[in-house]
T-cell receptor, first 114, second 114 residues
Framework: DGGITQSPKYLFRKEGQNVTLSCEQNLNHDAMYWYRQDPGQGLRLIYYSQIVNDFQKGDIAEGYSVSREKKESFPLTVTSAQKNPTAFYLC?????????????FGDGTRLSIL | SQQGEEDPQALSIQEGENATMNCSYKTSINNLQWYRQNSGRGLVHLILIRSNEREKHSGRLRVTLDTSKKSSSLLITASRAADTASYFCATVNAGGTSYGKLTFGQGTILTVHP
């Protein structure tokens, strides 16, 4: 089945530690996105990538970094500079060529602070 | 930044009743999309309506768009307990190069009682 796989499902971070969230898709989509969701809130865009080896900052990129070395993969690193990382992180993808295409989402990673 | 404002924040109904959720936005859009999120899961795309469309149907879902009022509504007819979820509107702004970049509202929590 085609889809988006996020791992791990739960992740715990110690103070001063960087952690990396995995996102893999087999939908052959060009565009990929990372969102953060806080309790009772909508999604806020962290980073997005329209094509391999290219990515742009979203609305809340500070304290996060990404890479896009392969079409299928778009890992997100939550750095120690992100002082309030506790949230639900969602990865999505779309065909990317046109703005009238829906996004497909993974099932998220819940990050907490130890 | 949050483009959409959703109303109501929470809605509780009985099975068989209709559920209506509203979304308002601030800037000109290319399209507006509705997504559903079950608790602790990723988002699932429901329906997309383009800025030149006024109404769209998909099964028990009916979406309307009024660009003069910058608002949209989602109607779920003959609701079922399985429709219990959070519902989000998301917009793609007109113009620019932000292919498919979505801006989400804060969502409506729908509870359907058996």
């Amino acid at each position: 089945d085609g889809g988006i796989t996020q791992s791990p499902k739960y992740l715990f971070r110690k103070e001063g530690q960087n952690v990396t969230l995995s996102c893999e898709q087999n939908l052959n989509h060009d565009a990929m996105y990372w969102y953060r969701q806080d309790p009772g809130q909508g999604l806020r865009l962290i980073y997005y990538s329209q094509i391999v080896n290219d990515f742009q900052k979203g609305d809340i990129a500070e304290g996060y970094s990404v890479s896009r070395e392969k079409k299928e993969s778009f890992p997100l690193t939550v750095t120690s500079a992100q002082k309030n990382p506790t949230a639900f992180y969602l990865c999505a993808s779309s065909t990317g060529q046109y703005s009238n295409q829906p996004q497909h989402f993974g099932d998220g990673t819940r990050l907490s602070i130890l | 930044s949050q483009q959409g404002e959703e109303d109501p924040q929470a809605l509780s109904i009985q099975e068989g009743e209709n559920a209506t959720m509203n979304c308002s936005y601030k800037t000109s859009i290319n399209n507006l999309q509705w997504y559903r999120q079950n608790s602790g899961r990723g988002l699932v795309h429901l329906i997309l309506i383009r800025s030149n469309e006024r109404e769209k149907h998909s099964g028990r879902l009916r979406v309307t768009l009024d660009t003069s009022k910058k608002s949209s509504s989602l109607l779920i007819t003959a609701s079922r307990a399985a429709d219990t979820a959070s519902y989000f509107c998301a917009t793609v702004n007109a113009g620019g190069t932000s292919y498919g970049k979505l801006t989400f509202g804060q969502g409506t929590i729908l509870t359907v009682h058996p």
